[in-house]
């Protein structure tokens, strides 16, 4: 991916729990299991295109642009390592039954301007809420792809981006109607726009990656202060069995 968005003059970030890692670790948080991405809204079409064509032969990706049955309700695109295999534990309502391979993979969501007051900010996701039963249950009871609700939320998330691609508040895509949960981790939704741009190099995993601006600002408005604890360690991670 950052070889892919250099090439292409695609700006993208580490970001969440990856981003947590940068500012604590340098490195993935020892009982991560991913690593996360973002990009702006409106590089997301010019990365469809460059993962089209640089992405190379050893993976795949899948996303609403090159297969209709994609679930919009997830993140944008989900890149996969095709000489691999894991199996998600997703509910059964929610999986995503568009996918070209099950191998290992990286989501990469999407950030845009949202409005300031949360209040408000919160009613944007809820559209996307309302729908999600429905499209859950046509794709999971009925097995009929519901294109018509996906294309609605795509309408929405293309309004959002396009109203407030000015505003000072940023957030993870508006169409995404988990990102409030677990509140016990989640303690902002948005983030001031000097904390996120621009985006910055930062060391991680031995090598250099991009970030948020303030990495350390966005992991304590997100979650809050965090405080390395000796009785995190890697031996409580449940096993999984990859092939």
């Known amino acids: 991916i950052d070889r892919i968005c250099r090439k292409n003059h695609i700006n993208y970030a580490l970001s969440f729990g990856s981003a947590l890692g940068i500012d604590n670790f340098k490195d993935f948080v020892p009982w991560d299991d991913d690593a996360d991405v973002v990009v702006d809204y409106f590089d997301y079409h010019r990365l469809v295109e460059a993962l089209k064509k640089d992405l190379g032969n050893e993976f795949v990706f899948d996303c609403f642009e090159t297969n209709k049955k994609y679930n919009v309700l997830l993140p944008a695109i989900k890149v996969k390592y095709k000489n691999s295999k894991i199996i998600e534990n997703n509910h059964f309502f929610i999986k995503n039954r568009g996918c070209?391979?099950?191998?290992?993979?990286?989501?990469?969501?999407?950030?845009?301007g949202v409005p300031s007051k949360q209040k408000e900010h919160l009613r944007l996701i809820r559209k996307s809420k309302r729908l999600m039963p429905w499209i859950c249950f046509m794709e999971s009871i009925l097995h009929i792809n519901p294109r018509i609700m996906k294309n609605r939320l795509l309408k929405?998330?293309?309004?959002?981006?396009?109203?407030?691609k000015n505003s000072d508040t940023i957030s993870q895509t508006v169409i995404i109607p988990f990102q409030q949960y677990p509140k016990k981790i989640v303690h902002n939704l948005s983030f001031p726009k000097s904390v996120i741009y621009p985006f910055k190099e930062y060391d991680f995993h031995g090598e250099k990656f991009y970030s948020f601006n303030d990495v350390h600002e966005f992991c304590t408005l997100r979650y809050g202060e965090f405080k390395k604890d000796d009785k995190y360690h890697t031996s409580h991670l449940k096993r999984v069995d990859i092939y």
Not at 100 to 112: H, R, S, T
Not at 156 to 164: D, F, L, S
Request: aromatic content about 10%; proline content about 0%.
């Open 100 to 112: 070209k391979c099950k191998g290992l993979f990286i989501d990469i969501c999407l950030i845009m």
């Open 156 to 164: 929405v998330e293309k309004q959002t981006a396009e109203k407030y």
